[in-house]
């Protein structure tokens, strides 16, 4: 299936007009994932502002089947223990 990644940003969507193939809605999910933690990265490395709220993840008429939220994201990976609370 193809999944579209809409990029939401704190005042603007960007949208994703090209989509990728995936074997499974867990393969798309969990990509979105790690091209959060690659973006805010690049912006730490970058000294750039972080500005992405979410990675949405839509099928090709728009319809939203996920959210990935990169406050989530980070929390899981600066702080551990509380991902699990």
Not at 68 to 83: E, G, H, I, N
Request: aromatic share 8%; hydrophobic share 40%; net charge negative.
């Amino acid at each position: 299936m193809r999944y579209f990644f809409h990029l939401k940003h704190l005042t603007e969507l960007i949208p994703d007009v090209e989509g990728i193939e995936f074997a499974t809605h867990e393969d798309a999910r969990r990509e979105a994932v790690l091209s959060l933690r690659e973006r805010a990265s690049e912006s730490l490395l970058q000294e750039t502002d972080f500005s992405l709220q979410s990675i949405r993840i839509c099928e090709r008429n728009g319809n939203l089947l996920d959210e990935v939220f990169a406050l989530d994201v980070l929390r899981d990976v600066f702080c551990p223990a509380s991902a699990s609370n």
